[in-house]
């Protein structure tokens, strides 16, 4: 089975529960647990805060890009914004490194999105924008293809 969706929204902070709620849905043909739905909604959640809070600097006239494919038991998730982008993605993969320290927020959620997903890998061009690929397979489906 394959299957493939893509929407962009704009970078407003309400709008990071539609990209949730979306995901979500698109990923229960999977038949995931409730913990497999959590952790993607999860993941999801902390990426397009990025985009919107550090990518784009709560600019809400900017669009975020979200892309879901499932092929077989897996789900590949992309969010990308044409942001500010990040100078060190290694420093920014910190726990508790923000590029907003004045928000009072607890880093920027890439170890949160690394230990809810199998993979994430982040890519970033300073002044150009920023891409997260997610993938994560659904263990608990047990359909045959």
């Known amino acids: 089975m394959k299957n493939y969706m893509e929407i962009?929204?704009?970078?407003?902070?309400?709008?990071?529960?539609?990209?949730?709620?979306?995901?979500?849905?698109?990923?229960?043909?999977?038949?995931?647990?409730?913990?497999?739905?959590?952790?993607?909604?999860?993941?999801?959640?902390?990426?397009?805060?990025?985009?919107?809070?550090?990518?784009?600097?709560?600019?809400?006239?900017?669009l975020v890009y979200l892309k879901c494919e499932i092929e077989d038991n897996t789900i590949k998730i992309v969010i990308e914004d044409n942001g500010n982008g990040i100078e060190n993605i290694e420093m920014a993969k910190q726990p508790l490194y923000t590029s907003k320290p004045e928000l009072e927020r607890s880093g920027m959620g890439f170890t949160v999105m690394e230990t809810f997903m199998d993979e994430m890998i982040v890519s970033s061009i300073l002044g150009e924008g920023t891409k997260i690929v997610m993938k994560k397979t659904i263990k608990s489906n047990k359909r045959e293809e």
């Open 8 to 62: 962009s929204f704009l970078a407003k902070s309400e709008n990071e529960a539609f990209a949730r709620v979306v995901v979500a849905s698109f990923a229960s043909q999977l038949d995931p647990t409730i913990d497999e739905i959590a952790d993607i909604k999860t993941a999801v959640s902390e990426a397009v805060t990025n985009s919107i809070i550090h990518g784009y600097d709560e600019d809400e006239s900017k």
